[in-house]
């Protein structure tokens, strides 16, 4: 009955001058605010300051562990935002790969990576003979940093410093 009853309903839209309905728009997910501020300077291959990150877009996506790992677990941080006046986005990720809760990791105990999501020769991380260091505040979600990287396409140590204020929180 009911099917007969839309196939009525179809004749009356066509005969009122009516087209077929038309799509819905799907929904999508909301864009995430870019509320994280920053206070990250960078020296040397790539100089700047990052003061905040950007919204999500597609696979930009900012996340951060924060107080949620166990010990002896991965503790994560990546985000994006502008540090020069080209208008660049550039990736940060920190990893603490055998985290211990709030405090300073060195040197190999954290992973620091910088990068260009749109230029895959752009990468700059922490190897054996880089100094880092890594502070972790109570709150999990913030801390310093004092970092010397290195440029994984040339292959030159200490080509990039970052130190300051970073920050995974609202």
């Known amino acids: 009955m009911l099917r007969g009853a839309g196939i009525v309903a179809l004749f009356v839209l066509a005969a009122c001058g009516q087209s077929s309905p038309t799509a819905a728009v799907s929904p999508t997910l ?9 206070d990250i300077n960078f020296s040397g291959d790539l100089s700047g300051h990052m003061t ?4 999500d877009a597609g696979t930009r996506t900012s996340v951060c562990t924060g107080a949620k790992p166990r ?17 660049n986005v550039w990736g940060v990720i920190f990893n603490v790969g055998n985290y ?16 260009n999501p749109d ?12 100094s880092v260091t890594f502070v972790l505040d109570r709150s999990q979600q913030s801390g310093t940093l004092d970092a010397k990287l290195t440029n994984a396409d040339t292959g030159k140590g200490g080509s990039l410093h970052l130190t300051g204020r970073w920050n995974c929180k609202a």
């Not at 230029?119 to 880089?130: A, C, I, Q, R, T």
């Open 52 to 55: 905040g990150i950007v919204a």
């Open 100 to 115: 211990a809760g709030p405090g300073t990791y060195k040197d190999g105990a954290v992973a620091i990576q910088v990068f």
């Open 71 to 87: 010990t002896g677990q991965l503790w994560a941080d990546r985000f994006f935002g502008r540090v020069d006046s080209s208008g």
């Open 119 to 130: 230029d895959p020769k752009k990468v700059w991380e922490n190897l054996g003979s880089d």
């Open 30 to 38: 909301p864009v995430t605010q870019a509320t994280w501020s920053q």
